[in-house]
């Protein structure tokens, strides 16, 4: 089926080829590369004017920001600033609210992705997504990785993938031994990671994660952002996060929303303060309010 | 406000800060007078005091390391522990220089002195104290451009020295005071060095205000950093 995001039939073998060749080599280069040329990438994505509504209720006003290959990018600010909203854009998820408006553009490799004719659920496999609630089906280990590539038609080396993808999440020597198991009966930092294994099974182009460490042990917290600085390498990467410190840690760019209270004095919706190099907003943001919030004296 | 906790740890650091500041002007002052008197008794007291200047050094140091491991400050916080960190030890070092002032006072104790180079020196010294004064409150009030003055100062302390070492080389042909006077070079250098250190406190007021740390001057080029 052919979409505005000119996806390749399957072929025979129920392969199916990615659109955009992803090389290797210029991954690590460009991994290699300092955070300071981050801004120099290729935006993955284009976000303009971006406004997002519940019913009459505006949730997120006018934001524009890029967001560039192979980097971290993290969205920090308090509760009800539109963060979460923000990203559910980015792959489509608010289409499955009923009374979600979204005003803007979101250009995806240049490509509108709210175009008719895309198709979401191309989308939600090029765009993954991980929640904060670890979410693994009520089926092995094994199947839940294989669930997405079955599903898509890439059968071929399913074992082979099912293996790299958990080594890639750092799961695999913990899980070898069992993969026929219950997924349930993983640990919470476990099922996590093996979320985030079923998210790169599909091969994305982009992994978002909304608070994907929030639900987490300190220990399990720490693996799963050492896992995000492996997975830059391949892999751009989206992170919703309440924690300053992880923004800090693990992003190469943050994007700081606040709250604005609107004209009625009562209603209020979320809007973008500052984005800039996560080390600029930890050691010297232009805006107070950035300040503000960073330093704990918001609110 | 929310971080009291953090706040008040931030303001007490601060305050040690400028208690050691005030620690260390009565050095200056100390070495000052007793290189002007010729006070080998003063010279001892200048001496032993450096000990409590170190204790106040280590103390901060030590508060630097307990904010940074509880409250893990950002941005403007972070550029005020860090600049307190290094200011302190900059005051740590003035405190050094005074002690290496008195002890070469004392050293030369014996020996007949030169008014006019002894003059130059106390002008040094007074202007050493002023900097000294105009840097930590600088710093307190966050004045980016009174600390910026500093470097003004410190030309006027360095033509002082310059004016030293013109003095002594007349004294080439005259054994004693040229002994006396290749040791009052040292107390000129020691002088032009807490100079430069209040510079460096003015330098670090100016990143703690902007975020942006820059050299007034640097000893490889010859005209001021813009």
């Not at chain 1, 060749?21 to 300092?34: F, K, N, Q, T, Y």
């Not at chain 1, 006003?61 to 854009?89: E, M, Q, W, Y």
């Not at chain 1, 009562?266 to 500052?274: T, Y």
């Not at chain 2, 950002?74 to 290496?100: F, N, W």
Request: glycine share 6%; with cysteine.
């Amino acid at each position: 089926m052919s979409t505005e995001l000119d996806v390749p039939p399957t072929n025979a073998e129920g392969d199916a080829a990615p659109e955009i060749e992803i090389d290797s080599r210029r991954m690590g280069e460009l991994a290699g590369a300092s955070a300071s040329d981050v801004r120099s990438r290729e935006a993955v994505f284009r976000i303009e004017e971006l406004s997002v509504s519940y019913g009459t209720s505006l949730a997120l006003h006018g934001t524009t920001l890029d967001i560039h290959r192979n980097a971290v990018t993290a969205f920090i600010g308090p509760s009800g600033c539109g963060k979460s909203t923000f990203i559910r854009c980015l792959n489509r998820m608010n289409d499955t609210i009923p009374d979600a408006r979204v005003q803007g553009q979101v250009l995806y490799h240049g490509r509108d992705l709210y175009a008719s004719n895309v198709d979401p659920v191309e989308v939600r496999r090029r765009i993954g997504m991980v929640f904060q609630k670890p979410n693994p089906f009520p089926k092995s280990i094994y199947d839940n990785i294989a669930f997405g590539p079955r599903m898509l038609g890439m059968k071929k080396d399913l074992g082979e993938r099912v293996e790299r993808v958990l080594r890639h999440a750092a799961l695999w020597d913990e899980v070898k031994d069992r993969l026929k198991e219950n997924a349930l009966g993983l640990s919470g930092g476990q099922q996590q990671r093996l979320c985030i294994a079923r998210a790169i099974a599909v091969e994305p182009d982009v992994i978002l994660m909304d608070e994907p460490a929030s639900a987490l042990d300190p220990i399990s917290t720490t693996r799963i952002e050492d896992l995000i600085h492996e997975l830059k390498r391949e892999y751009t990467i989206a992170i919703v996060t309440h924690n300053m410190q992880q923004a800090a840690r693990v992003a190469d760019m943050t994007a700081f929303f606040s709250v604005e209270v609107q004209d009625d004095g009562k209603a209020r919706h979320g809007i973008l303060v500052e984005y800039d190099l996560t080390t600029k907003i930890f050691t010297n943001p232009s805006d107070k309010r950035t300040e503000d919030y960073v330093t704990g004296r918001f609110g | 406000m929310a971080r009291v906790e953090m706040q008040s740890e931030l303001d007490d650091l601060e305050a040690s800060f400028q208690d050691a500041g005030t620690i260390v002007l009565r050095s200056i002052r100390g070495a000052v007078d007793a290189l002007r008197t010729q006070d080998v008794e003063l010279c001892d007291e200048v001496i032993t005091f450096d000990d409590e200047i170190d204790e106040r050094f280590m103390s901060i140091e030590k508060q630097v390391e307990l904010v940074i491991a509880r409250q893990a400050p950002v941005a403007g916080d972070l550029r005020l522990v860090l600049a307190l960190l290094h200011s302190t030890l900059h005051l740590e070092r003035v405190g050094d220089q005074c002690v290496t002032i008195a002890k070469l006072t004392k050293l030369a104790s014996h020996l007949d002195t030169k008014r006019a180079v002894i003059e130059s020196l106390v002008d040094m010294g007074e202007r050493c104290v002023e900097m000294m004064r105009v840097a930590l409150a600088a710093f307190g009030e966050r004045d980016a451009e009174r600390a910026r003055g500093l470097h003004a100062l410190d030309e006027l302390v360095d033509r002082a020295n310059r004016q030293v070492f013109g003095d002594v080389l007349g004294y080439v042909n005259d054994k004693d005071a040229l002994e006396w006077g290749m040791r009052q070079l040292t107390v000129a250098r020691c002088f032009e060095r807490i100079g430069d250190n209040a510079v460096d406190i003015g330098e670090q007021t100016v990143f703690v205000v902007t975020g942006e740390f820059v050299e007034f001057t640097d000893a490889s080029h010859d005209t001021p950093t813009p």
